[in-house]
């Protein structure tokens, strides 16, 4: 059985592995395991990526360890290779992989953008939240003190993805960590923060799902009329406000 | 010009080839299923191949053309009917003033592209007019077609306005003319009720037991009828890693098979979500994605294992085809503009 013919290399400082996904996007894979790391490697390549682009690329996803290009083979032939070339040796693969190679090499002389601090008013508990008495009893904590954790750590978008504007955040203190629930909802309105496993995050538009729900944010997360559509981007930095049901209240009134 | 909608079929929606650029926020690409149908569909009607047409599912619709509009139907056969009189695919037509469009039994696929010259003139949401059902937003109001629905087409181009005039010799009696130029058979996917799919290999394929990887390329898998334009759920023979490995999501693409816990693939397909986290076996030839989207729910499909660079063949000359019949629509537009 024929596999996938992955380039694996050193471009410069940076250690990546190409691999194709199809005939029209590659996968630049740059590290193994989720950490800081392999993330400001991927935020690099990402940025790198918005400022200089080849001929028929279309457009880039960056995720946790790795940053996937989409491209039009025939525009990637036409603008780095030969159009004229429909023999069985034309390689628009092979052309974008040498040109992403070139560039990873280019990587450490770019600076790296500043983080964004992005800071979420979250209405804990209540109807709202409806999880938080069974969060703070897995953990012997008071709801309070579920709160005052969830509200006291730095995340880190590590990605979006699953839904508009939905963010992949690093940094839940192990101590609220808990468990999907059992039975997932058939629908979790837009805006609900939960918490699955040792991931948190916020539900950007409304859809089935199995987190523990432990308050609302009235602070929209997917916006499709503003450029880019999302509240958060990759490499922001996240932080939970608490507010109380008033305020929620009223956020939610000057929204309409 | 406007196009009424009368009765809105099984499940019609605006569609253009997708929203590209924001898949990095986590927005789904979504647009046609079956892309090649509506890029011919518009190049036939003299629009940009990108142009807004309407996707038409398996029940189709009956739309009432006011003012004369140039149509062209491609893709799946759902035996459109034009004021009583069969009108065949992959043509440019003419609809008189006061048409009715129909359509009847699935004679071949399930997903019908209808183009109008200007295209559908819905309002661009994160540059697409496509509709993004999940999210309420893009195509028309960003929901199905409903009865009574009202669809303003956008100016025609002069391409539009030239392939009109070749054809005004060619009206019958009720106003109707069907062009004599078509769309080079050896150009068309070869579309089946049950299609060989060429596909390559998968990133994660060598996680897979060979055994598993054997029967994937071998066997037959089922189109259950729990699909949508996400994904195809298939049933067939279960897959099996090597050994159990929880993997870090990444993006996805068209035709991106992966395999969740209960060992049955997912095809995923225009709505698909950006990024998955199961182990992809495979990865469908962007050629072959047109028959994937003409196989219906509960029909079969069969996966031919083919090398990446016969997939970036398939698909260069592909591209060409669609570029040589473009030079030709363009070509008899320019020799008409001479004598007209």
Redesign the interface.
Known sequence: ??????IYGKYGAIEAKL???????I?V?LGET?CRQTHDRVRQL?EHLERSRFAGM?????????V?V?FD??EA?AGLGDPAD???S????ALVAGWLADNLAKLEETAQEKPRLTEIPVCYGGELGPDLPEVAAVHGLSEQEVIEIHASAEYLVY????????A?LGGLPKSIATPRKQTPRLSIPAGTVGIAGDQTGVY??ATPGGWQLIGKTPEPL?L??AT???LL??GDIVRFRPISREEFDRREAERR | MSMIILKPGLLTTVQDLGRYGVQQFGVIVGGAMDAFALRIANLLVGNDEGAAGLEITMVGPEIYFAEKTLISICGGDLSPVLNGREVPLWKTVVAPEGSLLQFGPVRLGCRAYLAVAGGIDAPVRMNSRSTYLRAGLGGWEGRALRKGDRLPAGEPARASQVLAELLADQAQADGVAISRWSVAPELLPSYTAQPEVRTIAGQELALFDEDSADRFFGETYRVKTESDRMGYRLAGDSLRLREKRELVSSAVTFGTVQVPPDGQPIVLMADRQTTGGYPKIAQVASVDWPLLAQTNLGGAVQFRMISLSEAQRLYLIRENGIRTLRGGLERMQTSTNGRV
């Not at chain 1, 059985?1 to 992955?6: A, Q, T």
């Not at chain 1, 990605?159 to 939905?166: E, S, V």
């Open positions: 059985m024929e596999g996938l013919s992955d691999l194709p996904l199809g005939d029209s996007a996968t894979q989720i990402a279309i457009e880039h996803v960056p995720a946790f360890l790795s996937t989409y083979p025939f032939l429909l023999s069985g034309a390689d628009p693969m990605m979006l993805g699953f839904a508009p504007g939905f992949y950007p538009i997917f499709p009329d880019p559509p999302t981007r990759a």
